[in-house]
């Protein structure tokens, strides 16, 4: 196996502590400690497990963190009624709906309803307007995570080539939008891209978020590339990315595992974000 393993553990681990001293600073400045929201809406076990490690990198980086924790009957208007109570409460500084929500409520009126400047997951259609018009704003956690483990390693993106394969509102788009931003000549791919595999060899980086398992072998892969995947696909054998591991090691130049590659850096950066929201109330 060539490529260099980007561990994404120990980058996440130094975004956490860098988080723990801005909110030392923060609280000094302010008198107060950052407060995130979370709002579970049934009881789904991945999307508990997930809030939970929030929950708990929030108290590591000495940060306040609060729950709702909704039946599974919720109906939309009692949904969109919390969001606009945590939206206006004074205290609150970041907002997380955990995603997927039932059936019975529309996941975009309620990601629309959340106060942009508390929309720690970056997803409301004002951050995505930012981000596509290069504005400050939140950014999706998952793509920040995907451009702070690029920025670790040394990767220089300016005039770079990067691939991206997965079109989702979630990771594919706005990663392209954070990678044309540093520069880069982005190619993004999906389900109607032909010749996959021959488009993805053209990448200096690859980011896989398509959401198939092992969809992308060695062929894939350009030698010497940085393979960034963010698939995390849930299958009989444990958890797998989007990219054959084995395989693709062999020719990349460097590659992120599933898991311990860009799954940490997502709640490393939703961290990030929740500090940026507090700081930038007036």
Do not use: W
Not at 269 to 280: E, G, I, K, S
């Amino acid at each position: 196996m060539a490529a260099r393993v980007i561990d994404g553990k120990a980058v996440g681990a130094a975004v956490r502590a860098r988080v723990a001293e801005e909110v030392a600073a923060y609280e000094a400045e302010r008198g107060r400690t950052p407060l995130l929201v979370t709002v579970i809406v049934g009881d789904d076990p991945a999307s508990e497990i997930y809030v939970r490690n929030k929950h708990r990198a929030c108290e590591e980086a000495g940060m306040r963190s609060a729950h709702h924790g909704l039946p599974a009957g919720t109906s939309e208007n009692e949904l969109l009624e919390l969001v606009g109570e945590l939206g206006v409460d004074r205290d609150v500084d970041g907002i997380l709906v955990q995603l997927p929500v039932p059936d019975q409520i529309d996941p975009d009126r309620v990601v629309a309803a959340i106060d942009p400047a508390k929309d720690v997951d970056g997803l409301t259609p004002v951050n995505a307007g930012l981000l596509a018009h290069g504005m400050p704003g939140l950014v999706p956690c998952t793509p920040a995570g995907v451009m702070e483990l690029l920025r670790h390693e040394g990767i220089e993106l300016e005039g770079a080539e990067a691939v991206v394969v997965g079109r989702s509102k979630l990771v594919g788009v706005p990663v392209s939008r954070l990678l044309l931003a540093a520069n880069a000549t982005v190619t993004m791919c999906h389900s109607r891209t032909r010749d996959l595999a021959e488009v993805c060899r053209r990448g200096d980086v690859l980011v896989a978020a398509a959401g198939v398992p092992g969809l992308l072998g060695a062929d894939a892969v350009k030698p010497g590339a940085v393979v960034i995947d963010v698939g995390t696909n849930r299958t009989d054998d444990g958890l797998r990315g989007d990219v054959d591991f084995e395989a693709a090691a062999g020719v990349a130049g460097a590659i992120s595992p599933v898991p311990g590659g860009v799954g940490p850096m997502t709640i490393a950066m939703l961290l990030v974000n929740t500090v940026a929201a507090a700081r930038a109330r007036v």
